[in-house]
């Protein structure tokens, strides 16, 4: 069954630093999400991606953040100066395959679990 | 902005008891989605409620859509130990031209006791 993967599993850095979170949405999907969800809590949405544009973004989505599908494949999430409270769960998600089949089910990936120190 | 809240946030249960989150939103919703999230993983879909008042069963689990579209619930018939997880609904605001923002409640965190 497809799924959507996400590398890496974990990612510890250094506040300040940038860092790529990296997703492969499921093949035939047109649309992609972020979604971060800090220890214990609800899932946060921060970004969604259709048609090689962003669609919709949160509050939290600042300037900080970007996305970019770079090789028809890949859809990345960069932090440019990443900081403590940054610390989360990071999810990919995809949805609305091309036959519009389950059109807004979304398929979560496993996450990455991002460490500010 | 748009808040999506439910109760319990924690549940308790026997094996054999039923269980019951409720989901409500500050505003209007064009659909309604449950999510269930197992320890340590991720969210995975159930079901989307669509409809004014529509009620939709999947074996043990019957879900709800509030006639104003403000509110849902999640039944859970004869919990088993494998009903473990966080529940969350996940609603998408009614946006002129559409929109595909999703707001996830708080969650109800069911345990099951055996």
């Known amino acids: 069954e497809p799924e959507v993967t996400q590398t890496p599993s974990h990612q510890v850095t250094q506040m300040g630093q940038e860092v790529i979170l990296r997703c492969v949405p499921i093949?035939?999907?047109?649309?992609f999400y972020w979604y971060r969800q800090i220890l214990g809590q609800k899932v946060e949405f921060l970004v969604s991606?259709?048609?090689?544009?962003?669609?919709?973004k949160s509050e939290i989505f600042d300037d900080q953040f970007s996305v970019e599908r770079p090789d028809g494949s890949n859809f990345t999430l960069k932090i440019r100066s990443t900081k403590l409270e940054d610390s989360a769960m990071y999810f990919c998600?995809?949805?609305?395959?091309?036959?519009?089949?389950?059109?807004?089910?979304?398929?979560f990936g496993p996450g990455t679990r991002l460490t500010v120190l | 902005g748009q808040q999506v809240m439910q109760i319990p946030q924690y549940q308790h249960v026997q094996e054999g008891e039923d269980f019951t989150t409720y989901c409500n939103s500050s505003?209007?919703?064009?659909?309604i989605q449950w999510y269930k999230q197992r320890p340590g993983g991720h969210p995975v879909f159930l079901i989307q409620?669509?409809?004014?008042?529509e009620v939709k069963k999947q074996k043990r689990l019957t879900f709800q859509f509030g006639e104003a579209k403000k509110n849902s619930s999640l039944h859970i018939t004869a919990t088993q130990t494998t009903d473990v997880g966080t529940y969350f609904c996940a609603g998408r605001l009614r946006l002129t031209g559409g929109g595909n923002k999703l707001t996830f409640g708080t969650g109800t965190q069911l345990k099951v006791e055996l």
């Open positions: 998600a995809s949805s609305g395959d091309q036959a519009y089949q389950n059109y807004n089910e979304q398929f």
């Open positions: 093949s035939n999907h047109l649309y």
């Open positions: 409620l669509v409809k004014s008042g």
């Open positions: 505003t209007t919703l064009s659909n």
């Open positions: 991606f259709y048609n090689n544009e962003i669609s919709e």
